[in-house]
């Protein structure tokens, strides 16, 4: 273990939960209900979240320590510059993405891979603060320039 530094490390994790993302989401694609594995995922970072104290009572918040969150799992490729939160609506735009690229787009099509990124950012969100939802106006899976995805409080 020794031979290997944390950044290392860091990147073969990253990207072993990548491909288990990706494989559960091929279920996702077939119309399946969203595996359990994805809630699984969901409501450990939801713990994460809360025995670290991060913030998640508005969508702005609820952005901010998803950013942290991916970025911990996935890796820096999560990093993005443009975060706009604010109490009811929040927008975060991604140009890259860790699980759209070339290692991955071998193993799934782009369907498959926007399917599992809206499914693993759907159950988050809930995990995080069940009062706000998700939706994905914009991704690269989909032959968009950039993903954008919107946070806000659900309505009624």
Known sequence: MQDFPNEARWHIAA???SRMI??????VQAQEPIPDAFYALADEIGRIAGDHNMPRGNAGEIIQTLGIISVMLFGPAFE???IEG??????????????YDGKFQELATPETIRAACCAYLVTVI?????GFTLSV???RCAGDEFCEMVIERKKG
């Open 15 to 17: 990207r072993a939960l």
């Open 22 to 27: 990706i494989a559960a989401g091929q279920q």
């Open 80 to 82: 993005t510059p443009y």
């Open 86 to 99: 604010f109490s009811e609506e929040a927008v975060i735009r991604l140009t890259r993405c860790p699980l």
């Open 126 to 130: 809930g995990a995080l603060n069940p």
């Open 137 to 139: 106006p914009f991704s």
